[in-house]
């Protein structure tokens, strides 16, 4: 019984351990653009029964409650919070965030294609759009030498005045993408993410249409997490694992009772 004590016991404190993992990378990106908290969510592992409910008692009862001891605890996954930023004023054209659902679209260096929510974009020398990563925004979009007065529209059309022209000339549209789940995105770390299977294919398309957000330019998202929510559940975590640890220290005067008198 007490070595099966120390086993909960000691998930107990793997379980805390990992949630006070989530709480420091969420206040570490405090002040990532566009950044997603993360919360740790968490099951019971299997149950013992010892007696089943229902089971007979005697000839003419049955137990009503049974007996049932839990093995601890597992983490069953880390879910990622999509809440909206606060969008901060930037003034800068090419600061670009999503008011709304939607992600941004950027061709990795493989290829492939990666989404993200941080919209601090910038122009290279050949006019190409990319991100601060150098990664370019799809469809790519390029400013040619000389424009001025670009600018985007909220439903994500870059329109700049070209040299020789009076009006303003369209150069291209943003589009967005939007997931049935996107909190199933898989997070690859510098601000970007992945589809996966549980996210669902992209859905492709005009910003402000089919549910998906609008774009500002002259703004940045801020991250979503709340410092004072993180802090309570880091004093909460902190304890939760005091209490584990006591438990383990215990059930170990426990043990060393029953091998000094028994």
Known sequence: MSNAALHVARTGLDAQNTKMRVIANNLANVNTTGFKKDRADFETLAYQQIVQAGANSDAENKFANGV???????????????????????????????????YFQVQQPDGSTAYTRAGNFS????????????LPLIPQITVPQGATSVSIGNDGTVSATLQGESEPSQLGQIELASFMNPAGLQSLGGNLLVETAASGTPQVGVAGLEGRGVIRSGYLETSNVNIVEELVDMIETQRAYEVNSKMIKATDEMLQYVNQNI
């Not at 122009?123 to 150098?134: K, L, N, Y």
């Open 68 to 102: 049932n001891l839990g093995s601890g605890v597992a983490l069953q996954g880390t879910s990622k919070i999509n809440t909206q930023g606060t969008l901060n004023q930037t003034n800068n054209v090419l600061d670009m965030a999503i008011e709304g659902s939607g």
């Open 123 to 134: 122009v290279t020398a050949e006019g190409t759009i990319v991100t601060s990563d150098g």
